[in-house]
């Protein structure tokens, strides 16, 4: 017979702290609580930027590049190019006067790229991306890492205790998510056969070659936000009475 109670469960935020306010917007009317328990947290590095005149637009991936990058007025005045909602409003509150949200993902940051008629863009970005834009747009777009993210060293106790005695659904949005996500359960002890949790990816390609302790790695439908948080609800309600 199973230890888990199917009335008791959590839903793992391991995203940045800059991205809670989000999560729990998207996650909140979910049944379960939310568990905050952020993988990474970003550490600014040294960089050296070109003369604003030397590019027309910025291209932006992410919250924290919005809020690292800090610069001279003129370049308040290009084209932004923004993946995401969270990202595009930032960029507004950043005081950019032309932020164009490109979609939710890099894909469609891709492709609406490959149809626009920018000339140079700067793209600031943390030292891992999931995509080098620099490379599939050679001599349009100039790549500079601004970011580090750094990995926790382990789970809280008092979240390994929690996931020995309840379910666990966990939204994995990238695939470096998903290794450090696996990592830290291997050193908190925590098994297939001891915890029950369920690892929820933003798309196939998260888990691609890393082998998690959870139960079941469900895939949202679609790339986005709404996405994985409808598959997330599918299978909370899976695992229920």
Request: hydrophobic share 45%; aromatic share 10%; with cysteine.
């Amino acid at each position: 017979m199973s230890t888990f109670d199917p009335k008791l469960g959590l839903i793992l935020n391991t995203r940045p702290a800059v991205y809670h306010g989000r999560f729990h917007e998207a996650f909140g009317d979910l049944p379960w609580a939310i568990y905050d328990c952020p993988l990474t947290h970003e550490e600014p590095i040294s960089a050296v930027f070109p003369p604003p005149g030397a590019h027309d637009s910025l291209i932006f991936t992410s919250q924290i590049a919005v809020n690292l990058f800090f610069v001279d007025p003129p370049w308040r005045l290009k084209t932004v190019y923004a993946v995401g909602e969270a990202t595009a409003k930032a960029a507004v509150r950043a005081g950019y006067a032309r932020v164009i949200q490109t979609g939710e993902n890099v894909d469609d940051l891709r492709q609406h790229l490959a149809n626009d008629s920018f000339a140079s863009a700067l793209y600031p970005s943390a030292t891992e991306v999931s995509a080098d834009l620099a490379q599939e747009f050679l001599g349009r777009i100039t790549r500079v890492p601004i970011y580090r993210m750094i990995a926790r060293d382990g789970l809280p106790d008092q979240f390994a205790k929690m996931a020995a005695r309840m379910h666990v659904v966990a939204p994995v949005f990238s695939r470096r998510n998903a290794v450090i996500l696996a990592d830290l359960m291997s050193k908190a002890g925590l098994t297939q056969k001891n915890s029950a949790v369920f690892a929820v990816g933003m798309s196939k390609d998260v888990f691609e070659g890393v082998q998690g302790a959870w139960q079941r790695q469900p895939i949202a439908k679609a790339p986005t936000m709404q996405g994985i948080v409808a598959m997330t609800r599918a299978t909370i309600e899976a695992l229920g009475p």
